[in-house]
C-alpha cells in the first residue's frame, strides 16, 4: 500500500508524533511505501522521521490546498491516514480528493473547543456535544494563546461545528477507548465508521520487576500541568498513613504551583520533583516502585502511561476520568477511584504500601493484561488490515 500520513508537524514531540512515527516506521519495514503533508519541524529526530517518510511534502501558512493536491497528484496514495490536523483547508481538500480516508483521533481537539473536555473553573467533565452552550456556559470561544503575543485567542464556534462535519466525512475514524468512541457518537458520528485501535507501546524488559522495597515509592511521571491533577495526587499524599516517598517526573506551567503546594502541605520530605527524565532513566524508577499514581482530572483519551507501567508488572490507582477504565479494572491490576475521591485514593495508595504481596499480584495481573490485549505486532497487523478494508469499501463504492 501506498500510505500517506498527514500531521501537523514534523519530529518527536508528544504521544501524537510518537505514535505516527512508530506505526509508520513498522509499516514501512513491512513492505509499504510511505510519505508524509505535514506542518512545521519540531527539531527533535527530524533525522529519524526523514529516514521513515521518504516522501515529503511541507504545509505553508498560506496555499495549502494548493500543495495538498501537489501531493496527492505526486505521492498517489492508496489510503491517507490523518493525524492532528487543525487546518481546515487542509481537511477540506482532502474530504474532496476521492481517496479512502482515515483519521486517528488522539485527543478532544476535534469536537472541544477548549480541547480538554472539562470546565476550566469547576474541573467538572463535560459530558454534552459540540453546540451553542460552548459559546454561552462554557465561554470557549475565548482560550488561552499558547503561540506567544497576546494572552488570550478567538476560538469560532462555526470552524468548530464545520471540522466536526468535515471529519464525519472520513471513511473511518481511529479511536483509542470505548469512551472516545462514545465521545464521537454524541456528536453525531457513525458507528459504522468508528473503530478502535489502542496506541500500544512497545513490549518492556521482560526481566525486569520491582523489588517493592521497604522505600515506598510511589511514582508519577507525565506533564505536570493543571489537567493532570498533580494538586489532587498532593492532597492525597498528605491523607496517606504509612511512610511513603514520592518522586514526580516530568515538568509544565502547573509544577511551580504544585511545589509550592507540597511544601504547604507538609510534603516536601517526602514528595521530590525531579523534572523531565529520559525515556531509558524511568526503569530505574521501575526496579523500586511500590505504585504508580495516575492523577488526571481531565477526561484522558487513555492514559498511555498505565499501559507502559502494566509491561513492568507495576499496580497503578487512578481516578475514573475519561477512557483509564478500558484498561484499569479496579482490584485486579490496581484501583480505580471515584473522580476527584482524594480520601480514598489515599486509603487505596496506603493498602498498596503496606501489603506488598497484594501490590506485587496487582502487579503481574497488569502485565498479563498488556501482554494479551495490547500487543504491537497485533496492533499494527490490525492497522494494515483496516486500511485495506477501506479501500476495498471504495473500490465497491465505485463500481
Not at 501531493?71 to 490536523?85: C, E, S, T
Request: net charge positive; hydrophobic share 40%; with cysteine.
Amino acid at each position: 500500500m501506498r500510505i500517506l500520513y498527514v500531521h501537523e508537524r514534523f519530529g518527536a514531540l508528544a504521544g501524537a508524533e510518537a505514535n505516527a512515527h512508530i506505526t509508520a516506521t513498522e509499516l514501512g519495514l513491512r513492505g509499504h511505501t510511505l510519505g508524509i503533508l505535514h506542518g512545521a519541524g519540531t527539531g527533535k529526530n527530524e533525522a529519524g522521521w526523514n529516514a521513515t517518510f521518504p516522501s515529503r511534502y511541507q504545509l505553508q501558512c498560506k496555499s495549502n490546498a494548493r500543495i495538498v493536491l501537489e501531493a496527492l497528484h505526486n505521492f498517489k496514495p492508496g489510503v491517507i491516514y490523518v493525524h492532528k490536523m487543525a487546518d481546515l483547508e487542509v481537511i477540506a481538500t482532502l474530504v474532496n480528493c476521492g481517496v479512502p480516508l482515515v483519521r486517528m483521533v488522539h485527543d478532544h481537539d476535534i469536537y472541544c473547543m477548549r480541547s480538554y473536555k472539562y470546565r476550566f473553573f469547576s474541573r467538572e467533565i463535560c459530558t454534552r456535544s459540540v453546540g451553542p452552550h460552548c459559546v454561552y456556559s462554557c465561554l470557549a470561544c475565548v482560550a488561552r494563546n499558547r503561540e506567544g503575543g497576546f494572552p488570550l485567542k478567538w476560538v469560532s464556534y462555526s470552524d468548530k461545528k464545520r471540522e466536526v462535519t468535515l471529519n464525519q466525512r472520513f471513511h473511518r475514524m481511529v479511536v483509542v477507548t470505548t469512551y472516545m468512541r462514545d465521545e464521537l457518537l454524541n456528536n453525531g458520528f457513525e458507528r459504522d465508521r468508528i473503530e478502535i485501535h489502542a496506541p500500544v507501546p512497545r513490549m518492556g524488559d521482560p526481566k525486569l520487576r520491582s523489588d517493592f522495597s521497604d522505600r515506598n515509592l510511589i511514582l508519577y511521571a507525565g506533564q505536570i500541568i493543571r489537567g493532570k491533577g498533580v494538586d489532587a495526587l498532593l492532597e492525597a499524599l498528605a491523607l496517606v498513613p504509612t511512610r511513603f516517598e514520592c518522586v514526580i517526573l516530568g515538568d509544565g506551567n502547573h509544577r511551580a504551583y504544585c511545589e509550592a503546594l507540597s511544601q504547604r502541605l507538609g510534603l516536601s520530605d517526602r514528595v521530590t520533583f525531579k523534572g523531565f527524565v529520559p525515556q531509558e532513566e524511568l526503569t530505574r524508577y521501575y526496579r523500586e516502585c511500590t505504585a504508580v499514581a495516575l492523577s488526571s482530572l481531565w477526561p484522558e483519551p487513555i492514559a498511555t502511561i498505565g499501559l507502559e507501567v502494566m509491561r513492568y508488572a507495576l499496580p497503578v490507582v487512578a481516578f475514573d476520568a475519561g477512557g483509564i477504565k478500558d484498561w484499569l479494572i479496579d482490584g485486579q491490576n490496581g484501583f480505580l477511584v471515584p473522580w476527584r475521591d482524594r480520601k480514598e485514593y489515599a486509603a487505596r495508595l496506603n493498602q498498596l504500601l503496606t501489603d506488598k504481596a497484594l501490590a506485587r499480584r496487582l502487579g503481574e495481573n497488569g502485565h498479563q493484561l498488556v501482554s494479551e490485549r495490547y500487543d504491537f505486532n497485533g496492533y499494527i497487523r490490525d492497522l494494515e488490515t483496516m486500511f485495506g478494508r477501506v479501500i476495498a469499501e471504495q473500490q465497491a463504492r465505485r463500481n
